[in-house]
């Protein structure tokens, strides 16, 4: 494979905690290497002026499967004057807020990614998600199987019984190629099917008689007995309702005096997604209000927490969640259109149009809600830049959340272009905030916190030799840096380069090359379980749909995995 | 204000269908006639331009206001002339594919002859006036969307097939023929008035609206409901209405403490 050399770029890798010192970085067969390492023969870019880091990883995003495809199909409008084809390789691009596979891939390289994670993969429709996943050109990506309703997990975790809920999670985690365990309102969308739901930690779960508190605690505990990669991964309960910032906290507070075990380098035990959404106060839409600041103040001195934030890019998006109450709930609200799943023992899922506008009071307190997450961040390597794509906003707008971080001035004019600026700047804290987000910290909220989190930090997330080769160079200059706000966004939109693997696949924000791309998944080994394959297999006969042979995703649907090996057996 | 006028010819009819976005005002002001002829229309997968299929002459004013188009020859296998339209004017001396006057902002587009389905798609303002006949989805939203016609006006001289203003938001529809099923599905506002008669299914789901029919309904809906006679005077014509309303089964907002409804008036 090629050799090359990224010459006099200022470098940022919070790995290595290299903040823009000028350095060379060496790239031979796929990996970094020491520049001595390399012969006469490397190819030489020339990064001066420029910015270097690891590629970035987005943590938290909807971008494969069933309910993403179920948004394209009910929103033919989102590609309405939106489906072009650019010259050169790419093929032809469709979507605003549900783009096409090939969109998402083009769009998160030009970006500099180079992982995404799929937040919510229905174990029963893994096909499709892994499918969609191989059609993603480009990128790496993982997805996250559902559990926080998943009607096994409700019997065992009922009764405590940790090592049978272990031994089923590694086996659908084998089955479907899953990374790890994501939770969407633990027992609330289960108790929605019998037309209730569950708003606080203490809402029984009807039928199953066990709390969400005791899903969440079990979860973390069998998470850690297995020793996963990630840790669980939360969309907590009470998602968007105003004053759900104390169920947040309540949520959080479980993850107390829980340790994370794995051989990852992993510290958390509890990931809480798109922290926006549960970060509110008020109790009504009226006095709907920013508590941020409590949530963060919270965040800030648990270090066994993670957090992402699921900023409010204040555009027409297309909301989809594993949370179905609320999607219905929402549906009545908005009056524009509902889509609901529902996936037999294992989740749910809804889907309703949005549209953030900046003259609605609410979106504007959303919006801020989302920026004050990451200003009151005090460890960036715990706090991660997400849009929650498409929930909060497509992922395409990372440039401009990237830029109203970056500039207190941006942050100012979104301010007073809002209709309702004053009653904004009364119910948030963002209008006092000076913080303006480093590059240094940019690397570790988008690159080396999210690998971490992930449990990826061993090759991914940084720039150190011996890590992989996935690298983007940005056209900014941290000595001269631009006084105008757009040129951030614009500089962010469109990587000089991105290395995937140690090969150029984007090029002045032209894509170059499909790359090749991976799908990550855990593979974990357990100790035989009779109880929880007799289970398994009684559920099939009894419940399931389709026969348990019918199952599994086979290999031909991840023809280029990245298989993480996990032994649980000790 | 002068208006300047181009005039195109067809020189030769697509094989397949011609998709004519670029023909409009806005596009064609501040062009010369050879830039014109340069600018790109889609047949099928194949990347064609303008000046092979018409003969183009005269002169585009300097803003969208100033300019007139003048289609000359058979338009029937066009398609999206005059969309997202702002100001200015179009003349088809003939029919007119899908998608014409979709999404028109202002300005006036006028049709000698008869319109296929999917024109003024969310048309936002302006006048858009059929001689002949109009095909499915007049005025109504884009496949999937909520958004259907949201001001302006569109008369047809002739009649028009079903699904008629779709998500209707505002803005007025004169029908000075027939319609078939399907009017004013979901609408949230607007007024469409039928001078002739419909089939039926009439205000299905509407929350809030007008449709004034002076000839017959074939079938009303039963989510709507008869309240009391009121004299009207509609296009010119006066005369005593039955007013109903509905959709009943619907959601519908309060305004001042009443519940805002969807509204038929049908000629007595």
């Not at chain 1, 969109?103 to 229905?122: D, I, L, N």
């Not at chain 1, 405590?160 to 309102?185: D, F, M, P, R, S």
């Not at chain 2, 309904?217 to 005369?239: N, W």
Request: overall charge negative.
């Amino acid at each position: 494979m090629s050799e090359f050399i990224i010459k006099n770029g200022h470098v940022f890798d919070p790995v290595q905690g290299i903040k823009g010192d000028k350095k060379d970085i060496a790239v031979k067969d796929g990996k970094i290497v020491e520049t001595s390492v390399l012969s006469s023969s490397a190819k030489q870019i020339d990064a001066k002026g420029k910015s270097v880091m690891a590629g970035a990883m987005e943590i938290h995003a909807h971008v494969a499967g069933p309910k993403v495809n179920l948004g394209r199909w009910y929103r033919p409008e989102d590609k309405l004057f939106d489906s072009h084809k650019t010259p050169g390789m790419t093929r032809i691009e469709g979507g605003k807020s549900i783009p096409t596979v090939f969109k998402t891939g083009y769009s998160y390289a030009r970006m500099g990614y180079t992982f995404a994670m799929e937040a919510a993969m229905p174990p029963l429709y893994a096909r499709h998600v892994h499918e969609e996943i191989h059609d993603t050109p480009i990128i790496d990506e993982a997805a996250l199987p559902v559990f926080g309703n998943n009607w096994f997990m409700l019997e065992y975790l009922k009764n405590h019984e940790i090592e049978n809920n272990a031994a089923y999670v590694a086996w659908t985690l084998n089955q479907t190629k899953g990374y790890g365990i994501k939770i969407v309102n633990p027992g609330g969308t289960e108790a929605w099917a019998w037309g209730l739901n569950c708003l606080s930690v203490n809402d029984p779960v009807p039928y199953f008689d066990i709390t969400p508190a005791e899903i969440i605690t079990g979860l973390i505990e069998t998470n850690e007995y297995l020793g996963l990669p990630h840790s669980i991964h939360i969309h907590g309960n009470n998602l968007g309702n105003p004053g759900c910032y104390e169920t947040t906290l309540d949520t959080l507070k479980l993850a107390e005096g829980f340790k994370a075990k794995n051989n990852f380098g992993r510290k958390q035990v509890m990931h809480q997604t798109h922290l926006q959404f549960h970060s509110y106060g008020g109790d009504n839409w009226g006095n709907f209000e920013s508590k941020a600041k409590e949530v963060m103040d919270y965040v800030n001195k648990q270090d066994n927490l993670t957090i992402d934030t699921g900023n409010v890019t204040l555009d027409e998006t297309t909301t989809m969640t594993a949370d179905g109450p609320f999607e219905h709930h929402l549906g009545g609200l908005n009056h524009l259109k509902w889509a609901n799943v529902d996936v037999e023992l294992e989740t749910a899922a809804g889907v309703v149009p949005y549209i953030y506008s900046p003259d609605i009071k609410v979106c504007a307190i959303q919006w801020a809600i989302g920026l004050e997450l990451a200003l009151y961040a005090k460890d960036p390597m715990r706090c991660f830049i997400t849009t929650d794509h498409p929930n909060a906003g497509p992922f395409t707008r990372y440039p401009r959340v990237i830029k109203w971080l970056m500039s207190r001035k941006a942050r100012d004019t979104q301010i007073k272009a809002f209709k309702n600026s004053d009653k904004v700047v009364a119910a948030t804290n963002i209008a006092e905030m000076d913080r303006e987000i480093t590059l240094y910290e940019l690397a570790a909220m988008t690159r080396a916190g999210p690998a971490a989190s992930l449990g990826l930090s061993k090759d991914y997330g940084g720039l150190k030799p011996g890590m992989n080769a996935d690298i983007a160079v940005f056209n900014i200059n941290p000595d001269n840096m631009p006084s105008d706000p757009e040129e951030i966004e614009k500089i962010f939109s469109g990587v000089a380069y991105l290395f995937k693997d140690g090969k150029i696949c984007v090029k002045d924000g032209v894509v170059v090359d499909n790359g090749n791309k991976r799908t990550f998944w855990v593979d974990v080994k357990v100790k035989e379980n009779k109880q929880v394959a007799h289970d398994v297999k009684e559920k099939f006969l009894k419940y399931y749909s389709i026969n348990e042979r019918n199952y599994p995703v086979p290999d031909s649907y991840a023809p280029h995995p990245y298989v993480i090996a996990v032994d649980a057996t000790q | 204000m002068k208006m300047k006028t181009v005039t195109l010819t067809v020189k030769q009819a697509p094989e397949l269908y011609l998709e004519c976005e670029n023909i409009t005002p806005d596009t064609f002001a501040g062009k010369k006639i050879d830039e014109i002829a340069q600018l790109p229309a889609y047949q099928g997968k194949e990347d064609t331009t303008l000046g092979e299929y018409f003969t183009i002459a005269g002169e585009a004013g300097a803003t969208a206001a100033e300019t007139q188009i003048i289609l000359k020859g058979d338009c029937s296998k066009m398609k999206y002339i005059g969309i997202k339209m702002t100001a200015g004017e179009v003349l088809i001396n003939s029919s007119a594919d899908m998608y014409t006057g979709g999404w028109m902002k202002g300005g006036k587009l006028v049709v000698k002859g008869d319109v296929h389905s999917f024109c003024g798609l969310g048309m936002e303002g302006g006048e858009f006036i059929i001689e002949g006949n109009a095909g499915n989805y007049l005025g109504a939203s884009y496949r999937g969307d909520w958004r259907g016609m949201q001001g302006g006006i569109i008369r047809v001289k002739g009649n028009v097939g079903s699904d008629v203003c779709t998500f209707m938001n505002g803005g007025e529809l004169i029908v000075e023929g027939n319609a078939a099923v399907h009017i004013a599905t979901h609408a949230e506002g607007g007024k469409i008035i039928i001078k002739g008669d419909v089939n039926r299914r009439v205000g299905g789901q509407m929350v809030k609206g007008e449709v004034i029919v002076l000839g017959k309904i074939g079938l009303m809906m039963p989510g709507f409901k008869y309240t009391k006679d009121v004299d009207l005077e509609v296009d010119g014509t006066k005369a005593k209405f039955a007013e109903y309303i509905g959709d009943l089964g619907e959601r519908h907002p309060k305004r001042k403490g009443e519940p805002v409804y969807g509204k038929i008036f049908l000629k007595k």
